[in-house]
């Protein structure tokens, strides 16, 4: 899966992005995705807002990308991301998985 910093880290020019600045940029957006689930949860947002597909979405990427315990939140190593049979491929079709067919990569819908 190209995850929402992966994703954000595609369209950064390699030259100008040392390792730390994309430690840093993956620490925000696991804050920011957390700080969102967090609030949703809580008894004065609206539970309409829980009942969102597009929050569950988000709440699955953000367990896949993201390792969260009572010490805060770290972005999974590549070793520590789900199997691409399993993970989301994309917020936008999360029925697609990544996968090889005929020597070519690349994500694709189960339903087609």
């Known amino acids: 899966m190209v995850g929402p910093v992966r994703e954000a880290r595609g369209r950064l020019p390699a030259a ?10 993956a620490a925000a957006v696991g804050a920011d995705g ?3 689930l967090g609030a949703v949860r809580q008894p004065s947002a609206p ?13 699955q990427v953000w367990v896949q990308q993201y390792y969260h315990d009572q010490n805060g939140h770290r972005w999974r190593d590549k070793s520590d991301l789900p199997p691409s049979t399993t993970a989301i ?5 999360i029925d697609a998985r990544c996968g ?3 020597g070519r990569a690349g994500a694709a819908s ?3």
């Open 34 to 36: 957390y700080r969102l």
């Open 16 to 25: 100008q992005e040392p390792v730390a600045a994309g430690t840093a940029l």
């Open 110 to 112: 189960r339903n087609m």
């Open 100 to 102: 090889i067919k005929c």
């Open 89 to 93: 491929g994309s917020p936008y079709d």
């Open 47 to 59: 539970a309409r807002l829980r009942e969102l597909p597009g929050l569950e979405t988000v709440r």
